[in-house]
């Protein structure tokens, strides 16, 4: 399975650098300067405990052979992410990755319901230049089905986006299966965002 991270700022590359080391085949999709970066020296990953250079490939064109997409644009660049992906001869399944309530249905409403998968992430990493990004807390991702169209597509996906149970010495992304991604969704857009049922902090 081809993955591809469309839109690797700080989220994108963290995600991204974990899944490459869990065994995935990950593509970033960066800036320009970003993807100089990683591909002289690899992407630098600093957390509380480490820092280390992570391998991974890096471009700054969207590939047509991904089998999933993770979108990590901001939720402003959204719909213009996914008109980028329809005019690729895809039918890759898309995962949306900011915690809101409108992306959704912004790339549904492009691409189709049946392509799109929900994430519900607590993760927090700066970018700190160009090829450097730190991570900043424990990372949980939590992937649902936003649309009755799409449940297949998380269960066929889902595994293979982590292929190990990790604990949380590992520092890396834990995911699970949420049986609405919409209502975890709703929960971490209502006040307070600290009391939202996804606390990543027991990974």
């Given at each position: 399975?081809?993955?591809?991270?469309?839109?690797?700022?700080?989220?994108?590359?963290?995600?991204?650098?974990?899944?490459?080391?869990?065994?995935?085949?990950?593509?970033?999709?960066?800036?320009?300067?970003?993807?100089?970066?990683?591909?002289a020296n690899g992407l630098l990953l600093?957390?509380?405990?480490?820092?280390?250079?992570?391998?991974?490939?890096?471009?700054?064109?969207?590939?047509?052979?991904?089998?999933?997409?993770?979108?990590?644009?901001?939720?402003?660049?959204?719909?213009?992410?996914?008109?980028?992906?329809?005019?690729?001869?895809?039918?890759?399944?898309?995962?949306?990755?900011?915690?809101?309530?409108?992306?959704?249905?912004?790339?549904?409403?492009?691409?189709?319901?049946?392509?799109?998968?929900?994430?519900?992430?607590?993760?927090?990493?700066?970018?700190?230049?160009?090829?450097?990004?730190?991570?900043?807390?424990?990372?949980?991702?939590?992937?649902?089905?936003?649309?009755?169209?799409?449940?297949?597509?998380?269960?066929?996906?889902?595994?293979?986006?982590?292929?190990?149970?990790?604990d949380e010495a590992d520092g890396e992304?834990?995911?699970?299966?949420?049986?609405?991604?919409?209502?975890?969704?709703?929960?971490?857009?209502?006040?307070?965002?600290?009391?939202?049922?996804?606390?990543?902090?027991?990974?």
């Amino acid at each position: 399975m081809e993955v591809a991270v469309y839109g690797a700022g700080a989220i994108g590359s963290l995600v991204g650098a974990r899944l490459h080391e869990a065994g995935a085949s990950v593509r970033l999709i960066g800036r320009q300067d970003h993807v100089d970066a990683i591909r002289a020296n690899g992407l630098l990953l600093k957390d509380q405990d480490e820092t280390r250079r992570v391998r991974l490939p890096a471009t700054t064109t969207l590939p047509d052979d991904a089998d999933v997409i993770l979108l990590t644009v901001k939720s402003q660049d959204v719909t213009s992410a996914c008109r980028d992906i329809a005019g690729l001869p895809s039918s890759a399944t898309v995962v949306t990755m900011q915690n809101g309530v409108r992306s959704d249905g912004e790339a549904a409403g492009i691409l189709g319901r049946d392509r799109i998968v929900g994430c519900v992430l607590n993760i927090s990493a700066t970018y700190l230049e160009p090829g450097v990004v730190e991570q900043n807390t424990s990372a949980l991702l939590q992937v649902g089905a936003p649309f009755p169209e799409s449940t297949a597509r998380v269960d066929r996906a889902r595994p293979r986006y982590h292929p190990r149970p990790l604990d949380e010495a590992d520092g890396e992304p834990e995911q699970r299966h949420h049986g609405d991604h919409r209502v975890a969704d709703w929960k971490s857009a209502a006040p307070p965002r600290a009391g939202a049922a996804i606390d990543c902090n027991d990974s």
